[in-house]
Every structure is written in structure tokens, then in C-alpha cells.
Nanobody, 121 residues
Framework: QVRLVESGGGLVQPGGSLKLSCAGA????????MSWYRQVPGKEREMLAS?????????????YLADSVKGRFIMSRDDDQKKVYLQMNMLKSDDTAIYFC?????????WGQGTQVTVSS
């Protein structure tokens, strides 16, 4: 059974930082493009960042980064640990959302349960 488990969310003051993690299990992690999304109730899920698989992207560089988070968020992945990370800096109240990781490969698409990030003073 495929599982993606996010962690690291919580309450942080504006201007602060958080690092989210997503651990994968039950899948050949390295095959998958991994992405981070977020969703605010009543709004569509927003793609934040993505890193393609090593077969396409040998350097595991970020292949997509949303304008809304450029210069503040950094995504990384560790295929040996089957984890992806989202380092979030200079957080704003608008970043308050549920954050999800996603694994995608051909027709296969998996989601974690999400982790809540609240930015508030």
C-alpha cells in the first residue's frame, strides 16, 4: 500500500520558517515526480513546487516553483530516504493552508493526508 505522510506543519509567526517533510512508503520513490501543493478551504489546490525523477532530472533540481513562493520556499528530495522536503522561509499570513505532497508517475497519482500550516501573530 502506497503511503505519503507529511509532517512539520504548525503555527508560526509572520516572517518565520518551517520545514515540511513527506515520507513515502510502498512505492518506488525514485520513479516519481514529487510535488508540494497547498489548499485553502474554498479555493483550488495550488501547486507550489515540483522535482522530476532522476531519470529525467539527474541533478534532482527543482523543475517548477510557483511565483507566489519564489525566493522564499525551497524544495528538495532524498530518494535514498524516500523523502521530500519543503523549506519555507519569510512566511506570510497568506501562506496559511493545508500542505500536501504528491507523487506522480504515468497514470499513478498519490497524495498524502496533508499538514496544516498556520501563519499568525
Amino acid at each position: 500500500q502506497v503511503r505519503l505522510v507529511e509532517s512539520g506543519g504548525g503555527l508560526v509567526q509572520p516572517g518565520g520558517s518551517l520545514k515540511l517533510s513527506c515520507a513515502g512508503a510502498g512505492l518506488t520513490f525514485s520513479n516519481y515526480a514529487m510535488s508540494w501543493y497547498r489548499q485553502v478551504p474554498g479555493k483550488e489546490r495550488e501547486m507550489l513546487a515540483s522535482i522530476d525523477s532522476a531519470s529525467i532530472n539527474p541533478g534532482l533540481e527543482i523543475t517548477y516553483l510557483a511565483d507566489s513562493v519564489k525566493g522564499r520556499f525551497i524544495m528538495s528530495r532524498d530518494d535514498d530516504q524516500k523523502k521530500v522536503y519543503l523549506q519555507m522561509n519569510m512566511l506570510k499570513s497568506d501562506d496559511t493552508a493545508i500542505y500536501f505532497c504528491n507523487a506522480h508517475w504515468h497514470r499513478l497519482d498519490y497524495w498524502g493526508q496533508g499538514t496544516q500550516v498556520t501563519v499568525s501573530s
